[in-house]
């Protein structure tokens, strides 16, 4: 498998800047905080190198917790859902499978199937960030709120960045 290393880094580098820079800084309705860093992990190709999949995790999450001061919740939270992502993407396999280097996108797996892809793996994701982050079974509800708020919003954030910034295959043949 030829892995662009370029790219992986404008794009790992990309999201790292959009996440600590701007959408940090954002707390919508004192409960959400979108996320959209965990995209680079979950459109990378299908089959990925695990152990290259686990590593870039680590290597973003890691980079996001220096500039955040989170004391590693986003490298654990990340790496966690670099892990679970091949189980996820077996369940959810098309009767034909995935294309060798099949990236996951809203345009080739269709607007529904990437939505639930998303949407599963962000609530994982999320809850497992905001179970680090708050750290007590007294406050499940808080927990849940919060992952649930920041889930919408990351979940939207995603799909917009998936249909601006990603090629459509039909169009791009036009």
Same mark, same amino acid.
């Given at each position: 498998?030829?892995?662009?290393?370029?790219?992986?880094?404008?794009?790992?580098?990309?999201?790292?800047?959009?996440?600590?820079?701007?959408?940090?800084?954002?707390?919508?309705?004192?409960?959400?905080?979108?996320?959209?860093?965990?995209?680079?992990?979950?459109?990378?190709?299908?089959?990925?190198?695990?152990?290259?999949?686990?590593?870039?995790?680590?290597?973003?999450?890691?980079?996001?917790?220096?500039? &955040?001061? $989170?004391?590693?919740?986003?490298?654990?939270? %990340?790496?966690? +859902?670099? !892990?679970?992502?091949?189980? #996820? =993407?077996? /369940?959810?396999?098309?009767?034909?499978?995935?294309?060798?280097?099949?990236?996951?996108?809203?345009?080739?797996?269709?607007?529904?199937?990437?939505?639930?892809?998303?949407?599963?793996?962000?609530?994982?994701?999320?809850?497992?960030?905001?179970?680090?982050?708050?750290?007590?079974? &007294?406050? $499940?509800?808080?927990?849940?709120?919060?992952? %649930?708020?920041? +889930?919408? !919003?990351?979940?939207?954030? #995603? =799909?917009? /960045?998936?249909?601006?910034?990603?090629?459509?295959?039909?169009?791009?043949?036009l």
């Amino acid at each position: 498998m030829k892995i662009n290393v370029l790219r992986l880094s404008f794009q790992l580098l990309s999201l790292v800047f959009l996440q600590v820079l701007v959408l940090n800084k954002i707390l919508l309705f004192g409960y959400a905080t979108p996320m959209v860093y965990p995209l680079f992990i979950l459109s990378l190709p299908v089959n990925m190198p695990r152990w290259f999949e686990l590593l870039l995790a680590f290597f973003m999450g890691l980079l996001i917790d220096l500039f &955040s001061n $989170t004391g590693g919740m986003h490298a654990f939270s %990340l790496v966690l +859902l670099a !892990f679970i992502r091949p189980v #996820i =993407l077996t /369940i959810m396999s098309p009767k034909e499978g995935y294309d060798p280097g099949e990236k996951p996108s809203f345009y080739r797996q269709g607007p529904v199937w990437f939505s639930v892809y998303i949407a599963l793996t962000l609530f994982i994701h999320h809850l497992i960030f905001y179970i680090l982050e708050i750290f007590s079974i &007294s406050y $499940t509800s808080y927990i849940i709120e919060r992952t %649930l708020a920041s +889930l919408t !919003f990351s979940f939207l954030l #995603i =799909l917009l /960045i998936e249909v601006i910034f990603f090629i459509n295959p039909k169009r791009a043949r036009l």
